[in-house]
């Protein structure tokens, strides 16, 4: 039976139910939904499992791709600094992110973080945040799985028609058979075990890494200094910042327009290549399923998302040393940068290792959904059918079938490439929310032992707010749209079914189950 906060035989912190919207789950009630055999996850993760996790996520086309478009359009040779800039606002949501998952190690994270600090409401709206930002993310990096599997089949002379490969065909029918399969095969995987997850995982991560690796060694001996001259190439103003409902929100309420180059163009570059980081946060979602949440949590989170600035850092600074930031191409920089030096056999790998990336990127993504979707079946805001684990593999097999089903439709059939920016609203909409519980628990549970410390509070947790907003306002005004509208139908949801069916509405209390 795992312990909770303050001894098993400590008080009982009851949870506020006042006001229907502002009920919070304790993390001594969280913990001990945990040891429920049926709905408690099994513990089978190291601190490498959760680093490996993190790496597999978080480096996937943005690292062979962004590097150069960056560079190019944005910020020059400077787009290093830009990586680095990015790295910082994720390492302030990263710290609030290692506090959370070592004090309420629980499935769910920013969801259930935010119940335990901000109430039900606000729980119930980043669960439902996360689950599309997981889902669309996963969809989006299986379709791009496809385009490079594709590529590669081509060129050994095997092609899928175009009515499987996403392309309609006369009749108007397209679907994208690729995608589909992956999806499903990954699925497959997840119900299996977190272990076997985990072994695949590091599978991939150790060729993916070994690639990157070897791009930078390779590159570096084709730079040239001239150039990195200029290093931060002269500000001037965007070619086409954007008009109407497609501009960045920022520049519809203020008339600000993003520049490029110069010192501002490096800001910009940082709030484009931000994205590339996307994923570190999944992380926290498998806090349940680890060993020692409490110490291998913050060393995962952390440990995972230092390494990848590291990675990105140096690719940026050898694809601008090899070629002229502004001869780069948009579509596959890093690949033409070694075809431009004659080495078309890097170029190849290049295209290998972010086709086999994309694999880990996709599973892991699918794997954090399917926690958020167990979480709040286990608290009653989803049918709670859902909340089951398999007696066998102790995996959340009815959630990760349900969503690996819908995801596998959703890359088969639908083209997503224009509601791909709401991952990106989404993850920082948690990342806001995740830094505001930090600052409110710390408040209302000063007693709560941490393991981990998020260091210079309320200091930096609203550091971490702020430049989650100014990325946040740099999205168009089309993303924040959608985004509204997605968030209206959850609120809907919440009302007609999350708000009556929820557990702590109804009262029930978690009973602690003694497993030998």
């Known amino acids: 039976m795992s312990v909770a906060p303050g001894g098993a035989k400590g008080p009982r912190h009851k949870a506020k139910r006042s006001r229907p919207w502002l009920r919070t789950k304790t993390v001594e009630e969280s913990i001990l939904d945990t040891d429920d055999p049926e709905r408690g996850l099994r513990r089978s993760l190291s601190a490498l499992d959760l680093t490996v996790f993190g790496v597999g996520v978080i480096i996937g086309t943005g690292i062979f791709v962004l590097t150069g478009q960056v ?51 606000a729980a119930w709206i980043i669960g439902w945040d996360l689950v599309l930002e997981l889902a669309l993310g996963c969809a989006v990096v299986a379709v791009g799985w496809s385009g490079y599997v594709r590529s590669l089949l081509d060129s050994i002379g095997w092609n899928l028609p175009d009515w499987l490969s996403g392309t309609s065909d006369q009749t108007g029918f397209g679907f994208d058979l690729l995608a589909c399969v992956l999806v499903l095969l990954l699925t497959v995987i997840l119900v299996v075990g977190m272990k076997l997850s985990a072994r695949v995982t590091s599978t991939v991560v150790a060729i993916k890494v070994g690639v990157v690796l070897l791009v930078i060694v390779a590159g570096a001996f084709f730079i040239t200094a001239d150039n990195y001259d200029p290093f931060i190439p002269p500000a001037q103003g965007t070619v086409d910042s954007g008009s109407g409902f497609a501009a960045p929100l920022i520049q519809l309420m203020s008339g600000y327009e993003p520049t490029t180059f110069g010192i501002m163009g490096i800001f910009t570059g940082a709030a484009v290549v931000f994205f590339a980081f996307i994923g570190f946060d999944v992380v926290a979602t498998a806090a349940e399923e680890t060993h020692n949440p409490q110490r291998d949590m913050p060393r995962g989170i952390l440990g995972s998302l230092i390494i990848c600035t590291v990675l990105y850092v140096a690719v940026s600074i050898v694809v601008t040393g090899m070629r002229k930031y502004s001869e780069l191409t948009v579509d596959a920089p890093l690949a033409d940068a070694f075809k431009a030096v004659d080495q078309p056999f890097w170029a190849g790998l290049i295209s290998f290792g972010a ?60 083209s997503l490439s224009e509601l791909a920016e709401l991952v990106n609203i989404g993850t920082l909409f948690a990342f806001v929310v995740v830094a505001l519980g930090v600052i409110i628990l710390r408040r209302t549970r000063p007693d709560l032992p941490r393991a981990f410390r998020t260091p210079l509070v309320p200091a930096l947790p609203i550091a971490s707010v702020l430049t989650s907003l100014w990325l946040m306002l740099n999205l168009p005004a089309e993303t924040w749209a959608r985004f509204g509208a997605w968030m209206a139908v959850g609120a809907v949801l919440y009302a007609g079914y999350g708000r009556r069916r929820s557990r702590l509405r109804r009262g029930e209390e978690p009973v602690p189950h003694h497993v030998p």
């Open 71 to 121: 560079a190019k359009l944005t910020a020059g040779p400077a787009v290093a600094i830009s990586f680095a800039a990015a790295g910082v606002v994720c390492t302030l949501a990263a710290l609030c992110y290692a506090e959370f998952a070592s004090t309420v190690p629980v499935a769910g994270s920013a969801y259930t973080f935010a119940y335990a600090s901000l109430g039900e409401l």
């Open 355 to 414: 086709a086999v990336g994309l694999t880990t990127v996709c599973m892991i993504l699918l794997l954090g959904q399917s926690r958020v979707f167990f979480a709040m079946s286990r608290d009653g805001l989803l049918p709670p059918v859902f909340a089951r684990v398999h007696p066998r593999f102790g995996t959340p097999y009815r959630s990760t079938i349900l969503l690996g089903v819908l995801v596998a439709i959703v890359a088969g059939f639908v």
